[in-house]
């Protein structure tokens, strides 16, 4: 693969209290431009739960992209650990959430996971992504 064919998916989760109204987000870049981005809403749940979220609903969406290498970056330090195997995923729900994720990696030749700080550009994108969804399902509820 070349340097052009590179897809990155950023993604981003976020709850409002933990556990509390949550969304998930992402953000896919290839050859250096956003080629797609979403967002959905989750109900209650914690914020680990939106971040794996993010990462499944990506996935599924990075396919149209590319079934090669896939780079998915997220700002979640303890999903980036617990998928790579650095940390052992202790509680049911996240192993059961990390196990849909492993089944979606099985599309692509290979898929990298990589903790990008939160001030990341495309982290940023899928940031306000989670909160315009939050937003408006608060307004939806008034």
């Known amino acids: 693969m070349t340097k052009t064919d590179e897809v ?3 993604t981003d989760g976020a709850s409002r209290g933990n556990p509390g109204e949550a969304a998930w987000a992402y953000v896919i870049v290839r ?3 956003v080629v797609a981005g979403r967002s959905g809403y989750i ?3 914690t914020n680990n739960v939106a ?3 993010a990462v499944i609903n990506g996935l599924d969406a990075a396919r149209e ?3 090669d290498r896939l780079e998915v970056r997220s700002d979640s330090e303890l999903v980036v650990r617990q998928l790579t195997g650095r940390y ?3 509680k049911e729900h996240l192993a059961d959430l990390a196990e849909e994720v492993r089944r979606r990696m099985r599309h692509f030749a290979e898929v990298g996971f990589e903790s990008v700080p ?3 550009p495309c982290i940023q994108v899928a940031d306000r992504l989670c909160n315009e969804t939050l937003d408006a399902k ?3 509820r008034r």
Do not use: K, N, V
């Open 65 to 67: 992209f590319t079934r």
């Open 8 to 10: 990155t998916l950023y």
């Open 88 to 90: 052992r995923i202790t």
């Open 31 to 33: 050859d250096g431009s």
């Open 118 to 120: 939160r001030e990341h």
């Open 51 to 53: 971040e794996y979220h």
């Open 43 to 45: 109900g209650t749940a």
């Open 138 to 140: 608060r307004r939806g």
